[in-house]
């Protein structure tokens, strides 16, 4: 993200995920909570891993923005929260992704 004189506080958080397939619905599924106070910003991606011990893997990368550390710590919870739930929804659905990683390491 660019610098912003109007949002001086910033954060970017990286997520590794096993395969894109699973990075991609993690973004998906987190894209669509938009941002509550037009005093932060975030922007999600994915990303290839560069130089990853494991073939495949990609990285959700979340930017964010805010006017002042408490309103960036608030709106880093709230996403922290929605991802945790993402992450067991796709334990529990995507068990043969999960266990074929794990087999293979």
Known sequence: MATDDNFPCSLTLQVPFPD?????????????????????KRELSTVASPGS????????QV????TTNRM???????????LA??????EEMDVD??????ASI
């Not at 894109?20 to 932060?40: N, W």
């Not at 960036?72 to 929605?82: E, K, P, T």
């Not at 739930?85 to 796709?90: A, D, F, T």
């Open 63 to 66: 930017d964010y923005k805010a």
């Open 97 to 102: 992704v999960i266990e074929s990683e794990k």
């Open 85 to 90: 739930l993402v992450l067991e929804v796709q």
């Open 53 to 60: 011990e494991y073939a495949g893997e990609t990285i959700l």
């Open 20 to 40: 894109a397939r699973l990075a991609s619905v993690a973004l998906q599924a987190l894209r669509v909570d938009k941002e509550l106070s037009g005093l932060v």
């Open 72 to 82: 960036l710590r608030v709106a880093v919870n709230s996403f922290m929260d929605s």
